[in-house]
Each structure stands twice: as structure tokens, then as C-alpha cells.
């Protein structure tokens, strides 16, 4: 759910002061931002759900509820969006707590306006979205990512548990988005959890929800993530972060397809489908006992790797070309081309970040072009023209030189270890072995 609204960054204010409302949207309309006005936390959660934010301001103080109750209502909806909260002085320590559980900053009132546009300013180039999550765009652009579509195009209509593995970056969200796209859950919610990003102390309520009063601050009853979630699909992101109390909850609702509110005292169903994605080694995380195996059997009923940016070197250009429209577009630019350096320097690199930092280079290079071209330096500032990855020759010894590069870099990594350098690649040590001796190694 990311803004449709070319550059202009949408900020939306959550204030039931409908004075104080109304002249902020004013005032930020003139400085060039789309913005929308909520007045209780109810209308603001319709508002995230209908369009992800680009900043939030809210008020500490809502009808329907406290700053601690809408934040554990929108955290899953935001994703990197930054929130500030507007507070008196009587609610400072509220803000306190909610900066440490996660919240970018606060404002003290009464807060002097121009304040409050430098501070969006200044946030908001801190936290970059990613362009749409597109069901599906991203997969299909290689033989490697084509068979990956049709697995999981099959899969939607098989309603079991489903865990994505691959490394950070690569499109497990996008993967998890056209399962649910092409089930019969389609028009249920899809909602998005990443459970590193949720503060442990918030993590129960957060899934479960809690009824009114069951704690300090429970000044309204709050449905948790299984309930938002309803008939449609849950999707647990960097599950093996999740907290051990929460594993075994988990596994309940996996199990009985039951969960309760805390302070509740009525079971409620769970009746939609739970996709799962990790980074982690969770084979590892088990022989620690960090991660429940039980769990990971109820999960792991069917098995998706979403494999990395080097391994399909030849969605690099298809996919660099589709984010330097989509960033232009956005940003009201004409669209710019990529160069033969580019090109080369594109599929030399080694995309220790995959799809995510193919993105981010592009919006970058897009953000500040000053011509028609983007160029190698303008992809890679960071590295001096002499030690740009541009070489000499075809494409197909810019993906050898690549893949070689990657090779290397893993078995440095891993001391020199052939299974610990497969690992990391993702690949067997019978194919390392093979690459490397077909690489000249």
C-alpha cells in the first residue's frame, strides 16, 4: 500500500481538534503535500488500509482511543512509514514509551508549525518505500523465477501453510502477495507482518489483540493481527524472530485454529491461511532451541525457496528497466535510459541486497539524474570510476564474471569452507564445486 500520487509525499494527521485539523491540511497542502485528515483512530486505520502514508502525525489523545492503541493498530499497516505524535505535557511519558517501542519522535504542544514541516522533511528521506508490491511483477523474467510463478500460482488453490526461504531482499513479499492473489482469499485482507519489527512487550497483543482494561493503557478494545486478517492471509515476515511465547501461541492456532484476546474470555476462530518467509537458518535456530520444531513443521507444510538476484542474472536489465519507469513516473520525470555502462556495471555487481537494492540504486540514480542517461556512476557512486564493475566483452561473460564474484565472496565469508559457501549461495556443494571448476577455479 504504497502512495499513488506521483512525487508528492501523502502525510496523514490524526487530530480530533477539527480547527487545529483543518489549518494543518492546509498548511501542508501549500507546501506541496497530499493530505488526508482523520479524527479518531478508527478513521485513521481505514485511511492505512485504504493507502499506505508516507508520514503520520498524531494526536496522543483520540476519542476512540490512546497513542499506544492506534500505534499497535497501525504498526502492521506501515511498514518503514515514520510516525510522529503530537502530545501536552501531561502525556509526555506516553510518547516516551512510544518513541521506545518504536515511534520516530514527538511534538510537544502547542508545536510551531514550521517545526513540523522540517521534521517530515527530514524523516522522510530516511525512510524510503519500496515501489508497489505488484502481485507477480518481479517473478517471470527468467526460467528461474517463471517455474517459481507457476509453483506458487498452483499452490494459491491449495489452502495449507506455506514458508518462504530466501535471503533478505529477494521478493518473499511479492511471492506471499500472488499466492494470496490467485486463492479464493482474494478479496480478504492480506495482511503483512514483519515480526522482527515488533517490540516483544507489544508482541501479544499485537497477534491476539486484547479486550478493554485487560492492562494499563488498554483504554479500548484492540483486534490483533489474526483478526484483521479474518478469512485472508497472514503473513508472518522474518518468522524466525518470533518470541518463544509467541511460537507456542502460534502453534495453538495452527493446531486448533483457535485464538483469545488477552483479557478475553471467548475463544475466536482463526479460519484464514498463514504464509511464513525467514532468512534465518532455521534448521540451525532448532538445534539451539531458539525455534520450536514442532512449529516448523506446522509451517513448513509446503516449502518455497525464492532464490537470489545472482542466481537469475537475467532479470537484472528487465528489472532495472521496470524500476527506472516506475521511479520516474512517480516522481513526475521523464524516463531516463541506461547506458552500456550501466548495463555492465549492473550485471557485474554481485547484489548482496537482490531485488531490494537493485531498487533502491535506481530510485537513487533516477532521484538525482541531471541528463536522459543514467550511467555506471550514477548506479554505483560509492565506487571510483577506475573500480567500477565494467568490463569488456558479452553479456554473458558480464554474468560469469558476476557469478565468480559471488563465489568468491561467499567463501571469504566462510573462511574458505566449500558446504558453508554453498550455504550461503543457496546451493549445493556438489554445484559450488562445479561452477567454480567450470569458472576456471
Known sequence: MTSQTGSSPRVLIIEDDAILGGALLQRLRLEGFVVELAADCAQAVRAMHRARPDFVLSDIRLPDGSGE?????????????????????????????????????????????????????????????????????????????????????????????????????????????????????????????????VPRELMESQFFGHERGAFTGATATHAGFFEEAGSGTLFLDEIGELDARLQIALLRVLQDGVFRRIGGRQDLRFEGRIVAATNADLDELIARREFREDLYFRLAVVEVRIP???????????????????????????????????????????????VRELRNRVERAVALADGPVLSASALFPEMTLDRLPVRDGSLADAREQAELASIERALELSGGRLGEAARRLGISRTTLWKRRRNLGH
Open 69 to 197: 492503541d492506534l500505534y499497535r493498530q497501525a504498526l502492521p499497516l506501515l511498514g518503514n512509514t515514520p510516525i510522529v505524535f503530537a502530545t501536552a505535557y501531561a502525556d509526555v511519558g506516553q510518547a516516551v514509551r512510544l518513541v521506545r517501542a518504536g515511534v520516530d519522535d514527538y511534538l510537544t504542544k502547542p508545536y510551531d508549525v514550521d517545526e513540523l514541516v522540517t521534521t517530515i522533511r527530514e524523516l522522510l528521506p530516511d525512510k524510503p518505500e519500496p515501489a508497489s508490491p505488484d502481485t507477480g511483477k518481479g517473478f517471470g523474467l527468467s526460467a528461474a523465477t517463471t517455474a517459481l510463478a507457476a509453483d506458487l500460482k498452483r499452490l494459491a488453490s491449495r489452502d495449507v501453510p506455506v514458508l518462504l526461504r530466501g535471503e533478505t531482499g529477494v521478493g518473499k513479499e511479492i511471492a506471499a502477495r500472488l499466492l494470496h492473489s490467485q486463492s479464493r482469499r482474494s478479496r480478504q485482507p492480506f495482511v503483512a507482518v514483519n515480526c522482527g519489527a
Open 308 to 354: 537470489a538476484l545472482r542466481e537469475r542474472l537475467d532479470e537484472v536489465l528487465p528489472l532495472a528497466r521496470q524500476f527506472v519507469q516506475q521511479s520516474a513516473e512517480r516522481q513526475g520525470l521523464a524516463v531516463p535510459e541506461l547506458d552500456d555502462s550501466a548495463a555492465s556495471a549492473l550485471l557485474a555487481h554481485a547484489w548482496p541486497g537482490n
